[in-house]
């Protein structure tokens, strides 16, 4: 189906809501990962994100261009093209936009969508992330505010960041970072949804000990509960019906019994990439090893154009993506809740 408008975007996000079940937002960097993506949605039969970050973008714009927001476009444009062939519904998001990427970046995405709709076309992207937790909060609402109202007037959705996800990602580090800023405070969200939900719907990535990158079971330390005690104090501030749209990052290692219970507090939306990373080069290294003399031309060989063939390891790299993909999905919840044609 084609890629979600804002209403129907909005329909899946209550979905997601109402049932305390959260869709895969998965990273993406060529054609071939938004294959993947697509295809475990469709055997899922879940409804799911699909973005790009900064260094996606870039890497998909190749050596010879080397412009995140032009590589944006291409992914984007591909996965309009694709998604249209698979019965299950697909949101487009841009991941991690920090404030010196907003110019090179964000705005010109922003402004792509609105030239497409003067042209009476769909969006480019569905929703867009500004991450400005790294200043002061002050800063970072004002930003964020100056930012949603062109998302607000292109039908986007934004996706803001209160308190510091840890770890590095996308050449971002922030393992320097005090404790404290590791868990997003009952203020920050009541403050977040007083100013951005007078304006329109967001999504909110509150930190609560979340960390980038890839880390063994156990060594993440969460704290669920912040994001309970932050709608709790968002519903006595602004009445008893109000919940944010919470989003999960920095899942890698975190243990299945604290996923569940953030889903239960509000998070609609988990980031994917490190998985995925390796679940896609896991079975190029296996092939790469299997047919080491294939894929060389050893001694003067010819090697074996079978097995060298991108084609031969690109498919089992989508395969195995696609499986942890559809592993994502069922940690989630979200298995089995395509709203399909209905949406």
């Known amino acids: 189906m084609p890629i979600v408008n804002y209403q129907q975007y909005c329909h899946m996000l209550d979905n997601a809501k109402q049932n305390k079940f959260a869709y895969p937002a998965i990273n993406t960097t060529s054609s071939e990962t938004i294959n993947a993506a697509l295809l475990a949605f469709k055997e899922a039969n879940s409804d799911g994100i699909i973005q790009v970050s900064t260094g996606g973008g870039s890497f998909a714009s190749g050596l010879g261009v080397g412009e995140s927001y032009k590589g944006a476009i291409a992914l984007a444009e591909f996965a309009h093209v694709m998604a249209a062939y698979y019965d299950v519904n697909i949101a487009l998001h841009t991941d991690h936009c920090h404030p010196e990427y907003v110019d090179p970046f964000l705005m010109p995405l922003i402004q792509e969508t609105a030239k497409r709709r003067a042209k009476g076309?769909?969006?480019?992207?569905?929703?867009?992330?500004?991450?400005?937790?790294?200043?002061?909060?002050?800063?970072?609402?004002?930003?964020?505010?100056?930012?949603?109202?062109?998302?607000?007037?292109?039908?986007?959705?934004?996706?803001?960041?209160?308190?510091?996800?840890?770890?590095?990602?996308?050449?971002?580090?922030?393992?320097g970072v005090k404790k404290e800023k590791l868990y997003t405070t009952p203020e920050d969200m009541v403050l977040a949804a007083k100013e951005l939900g007078s304006m329109g719907r967001f999504l909110l990535a509150a930190t609560f000990g979340n960390v980038h990158g890839v880390y063994k079971p156990g060594n993440v330390v969460l704290k669920p509960t912040i994001l309970k005690d932050g709608q709790e104090a968002v519903a006595k501030a602004l009445g008893a019906d109000t919940r944010l749209d919470l989003v999960f990052h920095g899942g890698s290692g975190s243990e299945l019994k604290d996923i569940h219970e953030a889903l239960d507090y509000g998070v609609v939306k988990m980031n994917v990439d490190t998985d995925t990373q390796y679940a896609y080069t896991r079975p190029v290294a296996d092939h790469m090893m299997k047919n080491y003399d294939g894929v060389l031309k050893i001694e003067g060989e010819v090697g074996n154009k079978k097995v060298y063939d991108p084609r031969s390891w690109g498919k089992k790299a989508e395969r195995g993506m696609a499986d942890r993909i559809m592993q994502a999905c069922r940690d989630l919840r979200s298995e089995g809740t395509s709203l399909g044609k209905n949406i």
């Open 121 to 175: 076309l769909p969006n480019l992207f569905s929703s867009h992330m500004y991450d400005g937790s790294a200043l002061p909060m002050a800063e970072n609402i004002a930003a964020s505010k100056k930012i949603m109202a062109d998302c607000v007037a292109n039908d986007l959705i934004l996706e803001i960041e209160t308190g510091v996800v840890g770890g590095e990602e996308d050449g971002h580090d922030t393992s």
